[in-house]
């Protein structure tokens, strides 16, 4: 079992830099791929990025190609997403997800992931 805890959103300009963590507990994270998520008020939760459990493979949403970076660092049980240039279209509350059954894949659709955390916001002004 992994749980799963958010941190370092917070408010920023447009234009501005954030890098969020999740950091995990349970032996299954190293054998897990991950993924973020985000959600806006009235939308629903969508697919931002996602890791392979060794952090050879990554897969991203269209939008936020070029802009942000999904990593890990397996020995402190940490991921991060690295957001640079933020848009108020980025404004939502972000998630991370392990995905401990198909380790290798990079996948997208919520569905497929079996552990969350609580989710932390992100809020982009003008």
């Known amino acids: 079992q992994v749980q799963l805890v958010e941190s370092g959103g917070g408010l920023v300009q447009a234009g501005g830099s954030l890098r969020l963590s999740c950091a995990a507990s349970?032996?299954?994270?190293?054998?897990?791929?991950m993924g973020w998520f985000r959600q806006a008020p009235g939308k629903e939760r969508e697919f931002v990025a996602a890791?392979?459990?060794?952090?050879?493979?990554?897969y991203y949403q269209d939008s936020v190609k070029g802009r942000f970076t999904v990593s890990r660092d397996n020995p402190k049980n940490v991921m991060y997403l690295q957001m640079n240039s933020l848009k108020p279209e980025d404004t939502a509350v972000y998630y991370c997800a392990a995905d401990p059954r198909q380790p290798s894949m990079t996948r997208s659709r919520s569905y497929e992931y079996e552990y969350w955390g609580q989710g932390t916001q992100v809020t982009v002004s003008f």
């Open positions: 349970g032996r299954t994270f190293r054998s897990s791929a």
């Open positions: 890791i392979s459990w060794s952090g050879g493979r990554t």
